[in-house]
């Protein structure tokens, strides 16, 4: 059907079709040449490049916002005296564990200066949307806590020596502030430094505090696993007995289940049955996490599984 406009007065522009006029229904090919153009432009051209725009804009706003940053920017972030964007950073290196572009000299040197500013834990308050939920003991998370772990896992990443040695100098030193000498020790489990042998023994066993007992056992086992599967160049094998002792003599005097756990689990790990019975009560457990790895380390004294240690937190 042609196209055929409404006769002349009986419409008027800008206002609705009078009743009785015969509305026009025809296909868009049926009209005007201009109408086409005009209706094409205003419902079809328009609003695509507008939309791709606004879409334009929101990716080019995500990707200047999310971007992952680069060495300096972690190293400005966290060193900010605004505890907001220290703790955003902080999110943001956590988040990226594990790609080559963070392990870097400066970042563990800023990793280091947030483990030694004891200040830091006065901020305690969170930011977050969430604070308003959460209970009065979840609201003493510090940044200090997260930096030691990160000081050991950075340090152990890092080729150069002397990274390594200023990762374990700080957190040896730390394990005697007893507001992070247990994550000082999560620290020191990740480095995997024999040089730190003496220190988790003491901490294992002169220190009341059985968490810090616990992650001292753990990082026993882990440290001294790694050494025995990296023998140094000259060949010569690591001393099992300088770690399977301390951890057997702490086995037989440990009241805490937890601590004792952890070191069955430790002992377990470089192949000694001691901690035996009480794996295999602890493979009944209803922590999934604590069946498992008491499962592993059954196997390993079996001889079926890779040596390994895993924490069980207490």
């Known amino acids: 059907m042609s196209y055929v406009p409404p006769a002349p007065g009986t419409t008027k522009l800008g206002e609705p079709t009078p009743e009785g006029v015969a509305k026009q229904n025809v296909h868009i090919a049926d009209l005007p040449a201009e109408v086409r153009?005009?209706?094409?432009?205003?419902?079809?051209?328009?609003?695509?490049?507008?939309?791709?725009?606004?879409?334009?804009?929101?990716?080019?706003?995500?990707y200047a916002v999310f971007k992952p940053k680069n060495p300096f920017q972690y190293s400005v972030e966290l060193r900010s005296t605004d505890a907001r964007r220290r703790w955003m950073a902080a999110r943001e290196l956590s988040e990226n564990i594990g790609k080559d572009s963070i392990y870097t000299h400066d970042t563990l040197v800023v990793l280091i200066e947030i483990l030694q500013n004891a200040d830091l834990d006065k901020e305690v308050a969170a930011w977050t949307p969430s604070a308003a939920i959460k209970d009065a003991d979840e609201k003493?998370?510090?940044?200090?806590?997260?930096?030691?772990?990160?000081?050991?896992?950075?340090?152990?990443?890092?080729?150069?020596?002397?990274?390594?040695?200023?990762?374990?100098?700080?957190?040896?030193?730390?394990?005697d502030d007893k507001d992070?000498?247990?994550?000082?020790?999560k620290g020191l489990s990740l480095l995997k430094d024999p040089r730190a042998k003496d220190a988790l023994i003491k901490q294992l066993n002169e220190n009341k505090d059985s968490g810090v007992r616990t992650t001292a056992a753990h990082a026993l086992g882990a440290t001294a696993y790694f050494v025995l599967s990296n023998p140094p160049k000259d060949g010569k094998a690591g001393d099992v007995d300088a770690y399977l002792t301390p951890l057997r003599k702490a086995y037989e005097t440990e009241k805490d289940t937890d601590v004792l756990d952890n070191i069955a689990i430790a002992l377990a790990s470089l192949g000694d049955p001691l901690g035996k019975d009480r794996l295999e009560a602890l493979v009944k457990s209803d922590d999934t996490v604590a069946r498992q790895t008491a499962r592993s380390a059954l196997e390993i004294l079996k001889g079926t599984q890779k040596p390994q240690t895993t924490v069980i937190a207490p």
């Open 37 to 62: 153009r005009s209706f094409l432009l205003s419902m079809v051209f328009f609003p695509t490049i507008v939309g791709a725009t606004v879409c334009l804009i929101l990716f080019l706003g995500y």
């Open 180 to 185: 992070i000498a247990l994550f000082a020790a």
């Open 140 to 175: 003493q998370s510090r940044l200090r806590w997260w930096a030691a772990p990160m000081v050991g896992h950075f340090a152990a990443k890092l080729p150069d020596p002397a990274d390594k040695d200023a990762g374990l100098q700080a957190l040896i030193k730390a394990l």
